[in-house]
């Protein structure tokens, strides 16, 4: 389970996040391209945008529900 105490500097405010035990893995860009991106030199994922509707609510779920090392938390009830 993502750790709010750990969450990547580069994350915007907002309900997802991401935490530093992303291993850089690709399937949440992937997943939510609209959503996340890539931190070049640290090699880790990061929440670029909020989701800002049902289609990207639903990617950002499947995102965090498929992350490999469970990097990707959200604050609040789903």
């Known amino acids: ?3 709010q105490q750990q969450k ?6 907002g309900r997802y996040y991401v935490d530093a ?4 893995c690709d ?3 992937e997943t939510a391209p609209d959503n996340f991106a890539r931190q070049d030199k640290g090699k ?6 909020q989701p800002t509707g049902p ?3 639903v990617a950002c779920l499947a995102a965090m529900e498929e992350c490999p090392v469970e990097a990707i938390g959200i604050d609040g009830a789903v």
Not at 8 to 13: F, G, I, L
Not at 44 to 49: D, H, I, L, Q, W
């Open 44 to 49: 880790y994922s990061f929440v670029k945008r």
């Open 8 to 13: 990547v500097a580069e994350n915007v405010a």
């Open 55 to 57: 289609a990207e609510h």
């Open 1 to 3: 389970m993502a750790d």
């Open 21 to 24: 035990t992303c291993i850089d």
């Open 27 to 29: 399937l949440c860009r």
